[in-house]
């Protein structure tokens, strides 16, 4: 009596899941750029060779008003030794990575410097922007 025209089907329809997940996937692929949010600091151009940054290395940016961030948490330029050690494991961390604007006296940056390296971190990168080869040919000191 039962020949299967009148049969439940057993089988789950993974079509909709799977149109689902692709959908979701496209969303969060368009919008993850966009979440990133970061300090502007106009660093000093230089020309040297790209290196590799280490993913789990600290950012700390110090902007043209002269506010220092770690990452994204704001500290005054005097708190850096203080509360930096409280902000990350110093054992841990293995470099940290100085984005300084290029309008700022040096001896700001020396200072910020001498500072990370009182917290304990001996690995000290400092990030520049590369040298375009259009802006050389606009001073005309380049080729």
Do not use: C, W
């Not at 290395?57 to 850096?80: C, H, K, P, T, W």
């Not at 009182?118 to 922007?129: F, K, P, Q, W």
């Amino acid at each position: 009596m039962t020949s299967g025209k009148g049969s439940l089907m057993s089988d789950i329809n993974v079509t909709p899941l799977v149109d689902v997940m692709l959908v979701l996937l496209i969303i969060f692929m368009v919008t993850a750029p966009m979440m990133t949010h970061g300090v502007k600091v106009e660093t000093p151009e230089t020309t040297h060779e790209k290196l590799d940054v280490d993913p789990k290395g600290l950012m700390i940016s110090i902007d043209a008003s002269r506010r220092v961030f770690v990452n994204q948490y704001e500290l005054r330029a005097s708190e850096v030794r203080e509360k930096l050690p409280t902000l990350l494991d110093v054992g841990e961390t293995r470099e940290v990575y100085l984005k300084a604007d290029k309008s700022l006296p040096y001896g700001l940056v020396m200072d910020v410097m001498a500072q990370i390296r009182d917290a304990g971190i001996e690995n000290i990168g400092m990030v520049t922007e590369p040298v375009s080869l259009a802006g050389k040919d606009e001073k005309g000191s380049g080729l």
